[in-house]
């Protein structure tokens, strides 16, 4: 249905930077809200920032001032840079996407990528 793929994850000391992207298959539906998430080891799946198809952007406290999410409509792509990371910020990366029908709008379940496993070394 919907295919989200992450890439750009990697080991980085703190202080460093990343930049994660996630691009979406050619599909026939409709992606609405993107984002992105993580999960440390140990803890939950936790929200990191999200963007709108018109390009509002929210961020989780703990990233503001770091992280910057960026949008490309016309590829169903999302990008998230990643500054001044700290080793908290270590976890995998996973880009979601608010799929939906065309036709109904109505909400397919989302779409999840398989996930990128960011490292940062104190």
Do not use: H
């Amino acid at each position: 249905q919907v295919q989200l793929v992450e890439s750009g994850g990697g080991d980085v000391q703190a202080g460093g930077s990343l930049k994660l992207s996630c691009a979406a298959a050619r599909t026939i539906f409709v992606i609405k809200a993107m984002g992105w998430y993580r999960q440390a080891p140990g803890k939950q799946r936790e929200l990191v920032a999200t963007i709108t198809e018109d390009g509002v952007s929210n961020y989780a406290d703990s990233v503001k001032g770091r992280f910057t999410i960026s949008r490309d409509n016309a590829k169903y792509a999302i990008s998230l840079q990643m500054n001044n990371l700290n080793p908290e910020d270590t976890g995998v990366y996973y880009c979601w996407g608010d799929s939906r029908s065309p036709s109904t709008m109505q909400s397919l379940g989302g779409a999840w990528g398989p996930g990128t496993q960011v490292t940062v070394s104190s």
